[in-house]
């Protein structure tokens, strides 16, 4: 099993980045996917989740997740970027029944 993110990076205040998730070894399309974020001193938090039915939770007003069955990809959209959404980003496969897959992160700063 393996996810793996990428599209980090460092971007100035009122950006936007797209970061992906490509998952393998696991029935992706059955999966739930989340994205979680962890800030240097904080605890990790949801800022989106997606459903494998497709349904969206958008926990972040500016970010959007969406997710691809053909590719065994799901995306985070981040808009309007500000130095608070600083924080290495997640991405978790959830079969809501106890087994969860993480990636292993990418870091995002936001910064002038």
Excluded: H
């Excluded at 949801?46 to 039915?53: F, M, S």
């Excluded at 087994?99 to 700063?109: K, M, P």
């Amino acid at each position: 099993v393996q996810l793996v993110e990428s599209g980090g990076g460092l971007v100035q205040p009122g950006g936007s980045l797209r970061l992906s998730c490509a998952a393998s070894g696991f029935t992706f399309s059955s999966y739930d996917m989340r994205w979680y974020r962890q800030a240097s001193g904080k605890e990790r938090e949801l800022v989106a989740r997606i459903t494998n039915a497709g349904g969206i939770t958008n926990y972040v007003g500016r970010f959007t997740i969406s997710r691809d069955n053909a590719k065994n990809t799901v995306y985070l959209q981040m808009n309007c970027l500000k130095p608070e959404d600083t924080a290495v980003y997640y991405c978790q496969g959830n079969d809501g029944v106890g087994r969860e897959y993480w990636g292993q992160g990418t870091q995002v700063t936001v910064s002038s």
